[in-house]
């Protein structure tokens, strides 16, 4: 499946969802499409500058608009208001930092382009949640595959726990070939060649990724308010983003019965291989709509949820020991400085070089096998710890 972050799960479904409320939801139509407004809109209780997006449907094979130009606040029945300012199309940041209180119920309005306004139901900030042990070990699944398995260990104080989870997940990847020379293109008629000092490394990079699931737990049929080695992200041993170093954040949201209702329904159309392939329709409810018109369409949910966090670090030897590592190769050709085929891969721009070996032969690879930039970034993340 794609890597769909939350909000582009939403917006993929909008072409088969439609939504009125919390209490009266639409059935999914199929046989019309329409521009609807789209409201991502998820306050925890950090003390920050807090985003809402944005945005609006269209049919399947449509690019999705966002929304610029609209007014987005968040108010308290205690009299604080916190105005949202446009930071780029369809993000909406509160101009100054802030947390929600527990106790205070908290409503979102929205005016979006066109002057038609929203309100969301007020919602308080759910209880304290906290993530006890991220645990990270061998594992083979259903399928034989051997990897890495990452669970969590995480506690609600809520009696009727409802939990969400999201994670980052940051590795280190290096190049197949640290060359402290390149080859650059000096003349293009007549082609000539020339080997040059490289200008910086290109072989160490950091990737980070956003996960693209949605993860959920209750703890009101567990006989205690928590969850024990609740499987986060599973991956393959010789994947590469285990083959040297690895790091995951993952984040834990106690989240209301209203937005567990939301999520679920949401992840049971996104486990499908085609978002827009189901038979039966289904059900989805927002918290918010049309403030005139409650018939006006709009998928979205408000929430203030409390979120903890862990991360941990491990390397491909603290969960396989000595067991071969990722098993990807890069193949490297040779050729003489005046071959015409060489300076065509060099001028075309993918392909980079690598060495001279033997004298007078010039090896090249193709520039992923070379430029880990192309993946990732050489500034190392401020959080990161080596072994």
């Not at 991956?235 to 989240?255: C, D, F, M, T």
């Amino acid at each position: 499946m794609p890597n769909y972050t939350l909000k582009e799960l939403i917006l993929l479904l909008i072409a088969l969802v439609m939504v009125n409320s919390c209490t009266e939801p639409f059935e999914i139509e199929t046989t019309e499409f329409e521009n609807i407004l789209v409201i991502d809109a998820s306050i925890t209780d950090e003390f920050k500058q807090h985003e809402i997006y944005l945005s609006r449907s269209f049919s399947s094979g449509e690019e999705t608009s966002q929304v610029s130009g609209a007014r987005v606040t968040v108010r308290s029945d205690s009299g604080d208001n916190y105005e949202f300012t446009e930071r780029k199309p369809g993000l909406y940041v509160s101009a100054i930092p802030f947390s929600p209180s527990r106790g205070i119920m908290y409503t979102l309005t929205v005016t979006d382009e066109n002057g038609a306004s929203y309100s969301s139901s007020p919602v308080t900030l759910t209880n304290t949640s906290e993530i006890e042990e991220i645990k990270a070990n061998r594992f083979t699944d259903l399928s034989g595959t051997d990897g890495v398995q990452i669970t969590v260990d995480g506690f609600s104080d809520a009696n009727t726990g409802y939990l969400r989870y999201d994670y980052e997940e940051t590795y280190r990847i290096d190049s197949w070939f640290n060359p402290q020379d390149s080859l650059v293109v000096t003349s293009q008629t007549p082609p000539v060649l020339e080997v040059v000092k490289k200008e910086s490394s290109q072989k160490t990079c950091y990737i980070t990724e956003r996960s693209n699931t949605i993860l959920l737990a209750e703890t009101s049929s567990l006989s205690e308010n928590k969850v024990v080695d609740l499987p986060v992200n599973f991956i393959e041993r010789r994947a590469r983003k285990v083959a040297i170093r690895y790091s995951i954040l993952v984040r834990q949201y106690a989240i209301s019965s209203t937005s567990y209702e939301f999520y679920e329904t949401l992840k049971k159309f996104s486990s499908s291989d085609n978002l827009f392939s189901q038979i039966q329709p289904g059900l989805i409810a927002g918290n918010i709509q049309n403030d005139t018109d409650p018939n006006i369409k709009v998928i979205g949910l408000f929430e203030t949820v409390s979120v903890s966090e862990k991360r941990i670090f491990f390397g491909f030897k603290d969960i396989f020991g000595n067991d071969i590592s990722y098993l990807g190769s890069c193949e490297r050709e040779g050729f003489l400085l005046n071959d015409p085929v060489l300076f065509d891969r060099i001028n075309s721009g993918r392909y980079l070089f690598v060495a001279e070996d033997p004298p007078g032969v010039i090896n090249i690879a193709p520039e992923q096998c070379i430029d880990c930039t192309l993946l990732g970034s050489t500034k190392i993340p401020e959080f990161w710890i080596e072994e």
